[in-house]
């Protein structure tokens, strides 16, 4: 985990373990072992769902674990997994590292995307059947 003292490009930052996180920091991206356990599974899956950033990726000091997920999805992706990208700010990351062009699928609906995979009836879904 990068933990940062400040909410902030100019922070102190630390690499550490999640649950060591000192009084006053906070957790803005994932560390480089997550980073390489995630790519792992991602790379070798044959469906992907992506439903939320991994950092702070709208400032480019935290933005490494998005970029490195948003990468191993495009791989996976060229390998032959379907890509599935739900909720805005997924939506946002694809396209400001211009990921969009690799995934499968794009949906800002993540919220909804969630539930429906809950097993709930969507309400525009609902409408649609007649019910």
Do not use: C
């Amino acid at each position: 985990m990068v933990a940062a003292d400040a909410f902030s490009e100019d922070a102190n930052t630390k690499i550490l373990p999640s649950n060591q996180i000192p009084e006053g920091w906070m957790g803005l991206d994932a560390g480089p072992e997550s980073i390489a356990s995630m790519k792992k599974v991602i790379e070798n899956s044959g469906t992907i769902l992506w439903n939320g950033p991994v950092g702070v990726f709208e400032m480019e000091k935290f933005a490494v674990g998005t970029k490195a997920v948003g990468q191993a999805i495009v791989t996976a992706t060229e390998k032959g997994a379907f890509s599935l990208v739900g909720g805005g700010d997924s939506v946002a990351a694809v396209n400001q590292f211009g990921f969009a062009p690799g995934v499968s699928y794009i949906s800002t609906a993540g919220g909804a995307l969630l539930e429906y995979l809950e097993g709930r009836v969507l309400p525009g879904v609902a409408a649609v059947r007649g019910e």
